[in-house]
């Protein structure tokens, strides 16, 4: 089935620095979302990407869709403490066959520590 | 306007028991899914219900359920308790069904613990 897989697995980074992370996949995505989990509590969604190629900012987030549909990534400018979680990406999939299913798939995560 | 809420957001239970879990979407939301998180399996999908229809189903044994009820609240059951039950289980809502272009919304998560 599909699988989206995120690098790097984790990072520990020092305030202050910037951070690059990404997502691909072996099969395209009409959609990209990038969610960000605090410990104990559910993915918060962060930025959503609907176009190839399109580049999207929220406040020091930036995403982009990769114009071959297969990737996406995400950028965090001046790490501050509060950046610390974990990164997940995720796009609808439709699988067809055996269960004719489309859902959400989630990226494997990418863990931030950021050190003051 | 209010979050996905789920109730309870800690549980304690035994081997064999059984669980019920309950997710109230987003005002107006009509799909819900429902994920379990564990840090050896990470985000797996469990189903989908809009307009209380099951819709999608993931990769788990009869032993897990779920319903959606006409105001869009959504409840998971887990029968016959096993110990790698032990997990977050997260509830999402949106206002179209999954797959589409639309985002979803996570609840804080329910977790559970399985003795």
């Known amino acids: 089935g599909q699988q989206l897989n995120q690098s790097p697995q984790s990072m520990f980074i020092q305030e202050g620095e910037d951070v690059s992370m990404n997502c691909t996949s072996s099969s395209i995505f009409n959609t990209w979302l990038w969610y960000k989990q605090d410990p104990g509590e559910g993915p918060v969604l962060l930025i959503a990407?609907?176009?190839?190629?399109e580049l999207t900012s929220n406040g020091r987030l930036t995403a982009q869709f990769g114009i071959t549909r297969k990737d996406s990534f995400l950028n965090i400018s001046a790490s501050i403490p509060s950046d610390v979680g974990i990164y997940f990406c995720?796009?609808?999939?439709?699988?067809?066959?055996?269960?004719?299913?489309?859902?959400?798939?989630f990226g494997t995560g990418t863990r931030l520590q950021v050190f003051p | 306007k209010a979050g996905v809420t789920q109730t309870p957001r800690y549980l304690i239970k035994t081997r064999g028991q059984q669980v019920t879990l309950s997710c109230s979407p987003i005002s107006g939301h009509r799909s819900v899914s429902w994920y379990q998180q564990t840090p050896g399996q990470g985000l797996q999908f469990l189903f989908e219900y809009f307009s209380e229809t099951q819709r999608n189903k993931g990769n788990f044994p009869g032993r897990f359920s779920g319903r959606q009820f006409s105001n869009s609240r959504s409840e998971m059951n887990v029968s016959t308790l096993e110990l790698g039950d032990s997990a977050l289980y997260l509830c999402?809502?949106?206002?179209?069904?999954?797959?589409?272009?639309?985002?979803?919304?996570f609840g804080p998560g329910t977790r559970l613990t399985v003795l």
């Open positions: 990407l609907y176009k190839a190629g």
């Open positions: 999402a809502s949106s206002s179209l069904p999954s797959g589409g272009t639309d985002t979803q919304y």
């Open positions: 995720a796009g609808p999939s439709r699988e067809r066959p055996p269960d004719n299913t489309d859902k959400l798939i």
